[in-house]
């Protein structure tokens, strides 16, 4: 059987050879992430509620709609950059020679891209039935994803202090 780390230590020298500085190596990924996780996903969490409450309140006005629109684009950008943002702190790993798959920061990001996942096809494909029982488990799923977020950067905070 095929060890990740070792599917990936070709693509991690490769890394290693253009001479990054360690610190980069090692808070680079953290770093970058953060700005993801609490501007980004703070961001996507504020909108999504603030446009259920007005929506609750107001129907169809243009700040219901601005607010929707913003919530959609940045919650796209944030899954892509979340996505490429775990492939990065694999790579980190790799590079500095850590086991991936004993990692709690690890699995906390397989489940954040589920949930952000299932949350994507609930608003793709649960919204079209029209039951409002889909978007309330969109909002939920979504503050579940945001917290298991904190969890994250507090695990990853954990294991760079250890690393």
Known sequence: MLDLSQLLEPIAEQFRSLGIPEPITHWGHPGMMGIVVFVMGGFVGF????????????????????????????ALWMFLFMSMGAMGGLLSLVMQHQPILQSAHFWTSVIVLLLLATNGAISLF??????????????????????????????????????
Not at 48 to 58: A, C, K, S
Not at 140 to 157: E, Q, R
């Open 126 to 163: 649960g919204f079209k039935t029209g039951k409002p029982e889909m978007r309330t488990a969109h909002a939920y799923l979504g503050s579940l994803a945001l917290a298991v977020m904190f969890v994250h950067a507090v695990l990853g905070i954990k294991l760079g202090l250890a690393i």
């Open 47 to 74: 909108t999504g509620w603030r446009r259920r409450v007005l929506t609750n309140e107001v129907t169809a006005s243009e700040l219901v709609v601005s607010l929707g629109v913003a919530h959609r684009r940045i």
